[in-house]
């Protein structure tokens, strides 16, 4: 079973920086891309950055310019460097990883357990 492990959520002042990591646990056969998406309480997860295996990135509009996703094909790990950072950012971060874990497997997304991420005014 791939688990996804993140880090680097934690507290931090308005105009401060964090930086998101998410490795997978083990290998996995083939992965399309990987991201990030935020969840606030009653509202419905929403796509912060992914990357796909080309290196093609997307970004939602509310942090462009500010956040930027990268990954490091041979950890199976992406990152998320968020600068800027405003008390509307505050939110459950969570990695996705969309891939095939073996061969012959039908794709699949996994999801991280999420990381708190407080921004304070």
């Known amino acids: 079973q791939v688990q996804l492990v993140e880090s680097g959520g934690g507290l931090v002042q308005a105009g401060g920086s964090l930086r998101l990591s998410c490795a997978a646990s083990r290998s996995i056969f083939v992965i399309n891309g990987m991201g990030w998406y935020r969840q606030a309480p009653g509202k419905q997860r929403e796509l912060v950055a992914f990357?796909?295996?080309?290196?093609?990135?997307n970004y939602a509009d509310s942090v462009n310019g500010r956040f930027t996703i990268s990954r490091d094909n041979a950890k199976n790990t992406v990152y998320l460097q968020m600068n800027s950072l405003k008390p509307e950012d505050t939110d459950v971060y969570y990695c996705a990883l969309d891939g095939f874990p073996h061969p012959g497997a039908t794709p699949r997304r996994y999801w991280g357990q999420g990381t708190q991420v407080t921004v304070s005014s």
């Open positions: 990357i796909n295996s080309g290196g093609t990135t």
